[in-house]
């Protein structure tokens, strides 16, 4: 199955559902999370206000204060926004956060589980009133996420990342922060656009995105995931292999066929180990050395982390940046 980042390995199975099991005794028991539907939840009455969400209308907080995220998007989202959350979900990394990220804007952050198992309890430790997150990853663990918070759920991530953005901003009460997010990124598009040489040129030029994934053939991106949206609004053009991905988001090929994913440049990137991901075999090969990019020296190693895994706008002002200086050195 597709995902728009690999998704990482849970907790098992047995302990994950002790550990909610646990958790809902002693929310009904002893009340130690807070009611997601109460005014005076966390402590003292609060204002609030309705969320429309992918699990029907949501009350949250006027000005949440102790933010949990359970995904990649929501940790950026909440970065780009201003907002330190309390708690986050770990990465899969080594550092439990996503590289791209300043350290001093996740220092402190409580790592609270893997994506898609976080840790109930952990997170109810911690006292949040608002946890985001996504249909996709935590729809399984939402009743038990939602007696501790008022919790946002998008439907999915990736592609949609721009409007789940806005839910995002409106959960965390950040709509004008959010306004002037989107307007810097749309001037920072256009001044890319233009360092290519306007749109015209910039439509001339086709660029692939190849990733190399441990445990699984490797793809070439399409136009409807996160990092096509960003190619788009630029202006590159994609190659017509493109078309061919399911659901326009990847088409998997095998070593033997890493020539379909030719273009003007090529990005690639890498998940998990460069040897089982088979990145040195592929790249060592003779079918990705006669590639045109390649012989053009027009193929750049990207970090998987940014491009791929990110799937926000800081990771977007990044990206950016990275596609005017290879695409004009």
């Known amino acids: 199955m597709f995902a728009h980042h690999t998704p990482r390995t849970g907790l098992r199975r047995r302990a994950a559902t002790a550990t909610a099991t646990a958790l809902v005794g002693c929310l009904a028991l002893t009340a130690c999370g807070a009611d997601s539907g109460s ?3 966390n402590g003292g009455a609060k204002a609030q206000r309705t969320v429309k969400t992918a699990m029907g209308d949501v009350r949250v907080s006027e000005a949440p204060r102790r933010v949990v995220v359970l995904d990649t998007a929501e940790l950026d989202s909440a970065i780009t926004l201003g907002v330190k959350p309390v708690g986050a979900t770990n990465a899969g990394t080594s550092s439990g956060f996503l590289s791209y990220l300043d350290e001093d804007e996740v220092s402190g952050v409580k790592n609270v589980g893997t994506i898609g198992s976080p840790n109930l309890e952990a997170i109810n430790a911690l006292k949040p009133d608002l946890i985001l997150s996504s249909k996709v990853r935590d729809e399984k663990n939402y009743k038990n996420l939602s007696q501790i918070a008022p919790t946002v759920l998008t439907e999915t991530t990736g592609y949609p990342w721009k409007e789940n953005f806005q839910v995002h901003a409106e959960a965390l009460g950040k709509q004008a922060e959010a306004e002037k997010v989107l307007a810097d ?3 920072h598009t256009r001044e890319v656009t233009e360092a290519l040489g306007g749109a015209d040129k910039a439509g001339d030029t086709e660029v692939s995105v190849v990733r190399f994934v441990e445990g699984a053939d490797t793809r070439l991106y399409g136009e409807k995931n996160y990092i096509g949206t960003i190619l788009e609004d630029v202006g590159l053009a994609r190659p017509a292999i493109t078309a061919e991905a399911p659901d326009g988001f990847a088409l ?5 066929q890493i020539d379909k994913g030719d273009a003007d440049t090529v990005f690639y990137a890498t998940y998990g180990d460069p040897d089982k991901a088979k990145e040195k075999q592929i790249t060592g090969g003779g079918l990705w050395k006669n590639m045109k990019a390649v012989r053009n020296r027009s193929a ?7 491009w791929i895994q990110g799937i926000g706008y800081t990771a977007a002002d990044k990206i950016l940046d990275e596609l005017q200086e290879k695409l004009t050195s």
């Open 252 to 256: 998997e090929v095998s070593p033997e």
């Open 185 to 187: 990124y749309e001037k």
């Open 39 to 41: 005014d005076e939840a």
């Open 300 to 306: 750049f190693p990207v970090d998987d982390e940014l």
